[in-house]
């Protein structure tokens, strides 16, 4: 009979059991490099984010540096400015702070905080941003930086007091003890006076007035 004939041997069905493992299979592998696709977009996305937040917080929780407070009133101030060593009066170039060179004309943007004009003339203490000057910006230390030369109680320019040689330093006729740090106002007349070893030392008189 017929039914007694057909083969029902478990080789007979196999090629069909093996044709759905095969399918589920390569249904797992696909969905497999699915996520690892997903995984690797999300890294690739995700990493350059994390630097980016981890550098904002860095910024954010840096200690600011305070800043002084302001001149009141006050965004454009002169100072006079007289250095004698051994005698003789230094020449204190125009153009210093002046990005754009000496000169009388002012070009925004192209001058610092303190500047001169004209070879020996008046320091001319501006706030560069229009807004108030502030007590920083006054320092005659600020001035000495923008120029590149050094000036402390015991030095001036090359001129040191280690040698023997005497620094002495007035703010309107009288001697003063702030030096580098002296806060200048409009009008001040500031000498600094350095006499060597074997030098002598000068009588300075300054006159002139701020414009």
């Known amino acids: 009979m ?12 196999a090629p069909k059991t093996d044709y759905v493992s095969k399918k589920e299979e390569k249904t797992v592998r696909q969905a497999g490099r699915e996520r690892s696709k997903k995984w690797r977009s999300m890294l690739a996305w995700g990493i350059p984010l994390l630097v980016i937040l981890g550098v904002l917080v860095w910024l954010f929780t840096l200690p600011r540096i305070p800043q002084s407070a302001t001149v009141k009133g006050k965004n454009h101030i002169h100072a006079n400015l007289t250095i004698m060593i051994d005698g003789e009066r230094m020449t204190i170039p125009g153009g210093i702070g002046l990005l754009a060179g000496g000169g009388t004309t002012h070009i925004p943007g192209t001058q610092k905080v303190i500047h001169t004009h004209v070879e020996n003339d008046q320091l001319h203490i501006e706030a560069v941003d229009g807004g108030p000057l502030h007590e920083d910006d006054t320092k005659l230390s600020t001035f000495f930086h ?55 030392a000068p009588t300075v008189a300054t006159s002139s007035k701020p414009r």
């Open 2 to 13: 017929e039914d007694e004939n057909k083969d029902t041997s478990p080789e007979t069905i």
């Open 146 to 200: 923008i120029w590149g030369k050094e000036f402390t109680s015991t030095k001036m320019l090359d001129k040191t007091t280690l040698g023997g040689g005497t620094l002495q330093f007035k703010v309107n006729g009288k001697d003063n003890t702030e030096f580098e740090n002296l806060q200048m106002h409009d009008g001040d007349r500031l000498e600094i006076i350095y006499t060597s070893a074997t030098g002598t």
